[in-house]
């Protein structure tokens, strides 16, 4: 028998784009906070404690928490997407089960990351060749940084069991608290305590911590049609499963576009420091559109899990025909914005015109085909919440990554320009979504039967 879902995290009825609007939202913001935390946290350590603290935490323990956390955070989307068709078909039971399932197993991934990191932080900053004068401060940050992680893994994991369940607004709001947090103990530990590297550490742990119990005390609410319990906690084989057989190919897909631009980077370094420092300013510049972007990727995740878990194929259907005219309109616009306002920016963030010049190139090179990209990120989003996950991460891995690598390797080593650096980017991103296109259109992926059949 179907559960009656709340209202308020139901997107299996009502208007399909005023639910995607109001879902996607605070999902985006969410990400533009997240980027503004990160200038104004960098901003207190490198005036406050000085450039060698400035590159301890931004160095190579950066390089390791995106790789490592990033891999497992990124598996948080295949519980998001087993929890949200469960949700869907409302089978109340089976969702407290899962929700237990993925905060469990996830806890515990945390804790056994959390011993791997503090026995092997030495090892690993040698292996990436950390300067000697950082060693020390980029050692001790990610030790403290490492006690929290078991956090990080609840509280990402939260935040994506409530999206899966229709509720993008107070994992936001959490967010919201953690960063004030964050940035009101930077200043205590750091600017009044003096405490340095070891100190922005600690502040980053303790707002881990508050986001964390924020989440987990709505999660075990009474009264809701999903809740975390004690009872419900425990690891269950069918729920692991298929969190796992949706996860890791999320969590290795992110660890593809890592090494692909690792050797891109390569390449850049060998056309010079404005090109160096180009590249650099123009992630900056256009990081706001890949984090709306990604934030309209997984509240369509979420959308089509819960429609696709009910049956509702109409709706799924609907949901991509206008979740990609909602994606295109967003890219437009932003698109619009950053080539009319990208000079007079880049001159508030830089003096050096070369810099400036050479940045607006790359941007030219890249922001007007930026359209390439949705069909990439919305298809992929579908097939995901319809949990078809490897295929789709084949096609990206091969028609984006691999396709870089062997671009690199092949005509930038030819031409050596950095137009044709940039081309890698804007033919890959119309190669993979032509491959997607063919893919979503066969159509297999509508046949598969849900989780919750399973």
Not at 220 to 237: C, E, H, N, V, W
Not at 344 to 367: C, G, H, N, Q
Not at 398 to 423: D, E, M
Request: proline letters at 2%; glycine letters at 10%.
């Amino acid at each position: 028998m179907k559960n009656k879902h709340n209202a308020g995290n139901d997107l299996t009825t009502g208007s399909v784009w005023k639910k995607l609007l109001i879902f996607f939202i605070p999902i985006a913001a969410g990400t533009i906070l997240q980027q503004l935390y990160n200038a104004v946290d960098g901003l207190i350590v490198g005036r406050f404690v000085g450039t060698g603290a400035l590159a301890a935490v931004g160095g190579s323990s950066a390089q390791i928490i995106n790789v490592l956390v990033g891999f497992f955070v990124a598996m948080t989307a295949g519980a998001s997407v087993v929890i949200g068709q469960i949700f869907g078909a409302g089978r109340r039971e089976d969702l407290d089960r899962a929700i237990g399932s993925a905060v469990s197993a996830l806890t515990l991934f945390g804790f056994a990351l959390m011993a791997f990191g503090l026995a092997a932080s030495p090892w690993m900053l040698r292996i990436l060749n950390t300067p000697e004068e950082t060693l020390e401060g980029a050692e001790t940050y990610l030790r403290i940084y490492f006690l929290g992680v078991p956090f990080v893994m609840l509280l990402n994991m939260e935040s994506s069991i409530l999206r899966a369940v229709g509720d993008s607004f107070h994992p936001f709001l959490y967010m919201v608290a953690g960063c004030l947090t964050n940035i009101v103990l930077d200043v205590l530990f750091v600017v009044a305590f003096g405490w340095g590297v070891a100190g922005v550490a600690a502040a980053t742990v303790a707002a881990q911590l508050v986001n964390a119990g924020l989440l987990t005390w709505r999660l075990s609410r009474k009264g809701q049609a999903y809740r975390l319990t004690f009872r419900s906690l425990g690891i269950q084989g069918i729920y692991l499963k298929n969190m796992l057989r949706l996860g890791v190919p999320a969590g290795l897909q992110g660890m593809m576009y890592s090494v692909s631009n690792v050797i891109i980077q390569v390449a850049v370094n060998s056309l010079g420091t404005v090109v160096v420092a180009s590249w650099a300013m123009s992630g900056k510049t256009d990081g706001f559109y890949w984090a709306v972007s990604s934030a309209m990727g997984a509240a369509i995740t979420s959308f089509i899990a819960q429609n696709y878990g009910a049956g509702l194929t109409d709706r799924v259907k609907q949901c991509v025909r206008q979740g990609m005219i909602m994606a295109f309109s967003v890219t437009a616009g932003i698109s619009a914005l950053l080539m009319l306002t990208g000079i007079p920016v880049l001159r508030l963030l830089t003096k050096d015109e070369a810099v400036v010049r050479t940045t607006y190139d790359i941007m030219s090179y890249f922001v007007p085909f930026y359209f390439t990209w949705v069909l990439v990120e919305v298809l992929s989003a579908v097939l995901r919440g319809a949990g078809d996950a490897v295929r789709p991460v084949a096609i990206i891995g091969i028609g984006i990554c691999l396709f870089r690598i062997i671009w690199i390797a092949t005509v930038f080593a030819h031409f050596r320009t950095l137009f044709s650096l940039c081309l890698s980017y804007t033919v890959s991103w119309t190669v993979t979504s032509i491959a997607l296109v063919v893919y979503y259109r066969k159509g297999a992926w509508m046949t598969r039967r849900g989780i919750v059949d399973r």
